[in-house]
């Protein structure tokens, strides 16, 4: 155990949005550290299925609750972590209204609670806050290009809403705080059908039907594998920097590339077929990860190929057919 880790032995620790795809990996990450673990989760887009496994594990426990209207208070917090949200263009997309209060009211919320306990609060942010970036690759001192009236403003607007309430209980209120902006993260426990490009890619893969890439595929993301994701938040969670920092893997690809690099590792025989672009998709994406690697002493370890390979495993394990024709969201 790192040293940093100790910090975390005997911690209640509130999770917002632990039965997600991050959440769940958090939580059990969080358990193996010696934390009590305190999911709080109304089940809209996460699933009691990605945390089943921690069930029955000493100091775990889930209250199923909106945090956007109140988050039931355990007693005793050391540490809110305020991951409640919906990530995908899916499903923000499909719950616009949720998703703006779970990042305004939600975030409200989960402040207070910190507030109420003098416990440390992190907040997930995202690289959507840069919207379609005119300096690349990202740093945090860049503010953003975003569309605040577009289809993925209620995402965006959302969590830089939450900067800011985040920023301004620290200033106000002296809250112990840390953002951390998120890029494109992947690995097994993703959802299947919120379009994300690395399970849509592969169900394609596997089954044999084309792979759908958006627009030419020169668009590039940076994929993170989640483990590395979740280090680098309980290295923040732990270290007294308010940030934000971005948390991601600084390796970009192309959809293109990635697209064929899926079909080579999976061997699949399938073809590539190109789609309209999504609206207001951001054309560029990766992070700069001086502040991370300076105040966290942290960087991602997993190589591409290697998380790839991995996730296809996973993702011939699970019973479910791919939904093949629509392009994935990255």
Known sequence: MNDWEESLRGARVVVTGGAGFVGSWLSERLLDAGAEVWIVDNLLTGSADKIEHLFGRPGFAITIADASHAIPDPGGVDLVMHLACPASPVHYQRLPLETLRVASEGTVNALELADRHNARFVLTSTSEVYGEPEVHP???????????????????EGKRFAEATTMAYARERGVDVGVARLFNTYGPRMSLDDGRVVPTFLGQALSGAPLTVAGDGSQTRSLCWVEDTVEGLLRLACADVAGPVNIGNDQEVTMLELARLVIELTGSESSIHH????????HVRRPDLTRARLLLGWEPEMSLEEGLKRTARWREEVDAAPTAGEAPHH
Do not use: F, K, M, T
């Open 138 to 156: 990202q740093r945090e001192e860049y503010w953003g290009h975003v569309n605040p009236i577009g289809v993925r403003s209620v995402y965006d």
């Open 275 to 282: 789609v309209a672009l999504p609206a207001d998709d951001p």
